[in-house]
């Protein structure tokens, strides 16, 4: 494939399995839905370390979030099989899902601290902000793909050799 001609992120057979999977409409509903969660509590955290107030609801809120991030991180492994044959990293999605681990670590490492009590509450702030940050990367990528598959048009012409390209 020359440099100029776009990219190819479903051969046909891999966009009729996304199409025709359920997991498909689960991470259009949890994708928003996240997003929203995250836009909330990213207002309490920065709230409460502005004022000082409402620092509980803060700190639940990323706990929060992030219950909602491990449900679309298993649903998007199902769905990536689904469609790819394997449960993470298809090269279509590698650097997403290389991104998204580090989102994962970061998200992770928050619910352990806020578990043990052992951070102040600003240090645990803090902490989601960073948390944030690679959320907010990661879902850029993925609208950056969204908007990728979208303007991808379906070829009848390509073979179907179960090939994807990389990012």
């Known amino acids: 494939m020359s440099a100029a001609s776009p990219q190819v992120l479903y051969t046909p057979a891999q966009r009729a399995r996304r199409d025709a999977t359920a997991w498909t409409m689960v991470q259009g509903v949890l994708a928003p839905v996240q997003f929203l969660i995250f836009g909330i509590s990213l207002y309490w955290v920065l709230r409460s370390l502005q004022t000082g107030e409402h620092t509980d609801w803060a700190l639940a809120s990323v706990v929060l979030k992030t219950v909602v991030l491990y449900a679309i991180m298993v649903t998007g492994a199902i769905w990536e099989k689904v469609v790819f044959g394997q449960y993470l990293f298809a090269p279509a999605f590698y650097w ?53 598959a979208r303007l991808q048009k379906p070829n009848p012409t390509l073979p179907d050799t179960g090939a994807q390209a990389s990012t």
């Open 96 to 148: 997403e899902d290389v991104v998204s681990m580090g989102v994962m670590a970061l998200h992770t490492a928050y619910v352990w601290v806020w578990w043990q009590g052992a951070w102040s509450a600003t240090d645990q702030l803090l902490l989601a902000l960073a948390a944030y940050g690679s959320y907010a990367i990661n879902a850029a990528q993925y609208i950056r793909k969204l908007r990728m």
